[in-house]
Structure formats: C-alpha cells, structure tokens
C-alpha cells in the first residue's frame, strides 16, 4: 500500500454473492492496480445461513479509487472485460 494512502478512507464498492463472484471482482480490480478489502459476511457458527440474505463478502476500495472501480464492475455486468491474450474466442 502507497504510504500516502494510509489515512485514506475506504468506501463499500459491492456486496458479493459467492466465492465465484467476489473472485471475478477481485481479480479485475487487481489487474487495472486498484487494492480492494474483503469483508466476509460469512459465519461458520451459524453454518453460512445467512449467506443468501446478507451476501458472501462486501468488498471495499479507498474512496479515491472508488469511481473507477464502479465502472470495473460495470463492464464485469455487461461482459465487457478484455479475454485474458491468447484466450479469445476463435469465429
């Protein structure tokens, strides 16, 4: 972490809905440089019931990276993110 963000703010971006999805988020948050928080929602004492009802996991970002990773997840939704090189589909 950049040493002038450690009184940064962070701000919720989303709320996941599974490992699969806060994955995906991750690591196209990660790959454009933005740093992101996992806060699991998860509680083993309960055996994850609420789960469906409250999400997998929120995932933050500091507030001044927090627009462009709104549009990350934009495109994520729309399915715009580029093929990872050498994986695109063949016509």
């Not at 809905?17 to 806060?39: F, N, R, S, Y």
């Amino acid at each position: 972490m950049d040493k002038n963000r450690r009184n940064e703010k962070t701000v919720r971006l989303c709320t996941a809905k599974d490992l699969v999805e806060l994955t995906l988020i991750k690591e196209a948050l990660e790959e454009i440089g933005i740093d992101c928080l996992e806060v699991p929602s998860v509680d083993a004492a309960y055996d994850d019931i609420f789960v469906p009802a409250r999400g997998y996991a929120d995932i933050h970002v500091f507030e001044s990276d927090r627009q462009t990773a709104f549009e990350v997840i934009a495109s994520l939704e729309q399915g715009k993110m580029d093929e990872p090189e050498g994986e695109e589909e063949e016509e």
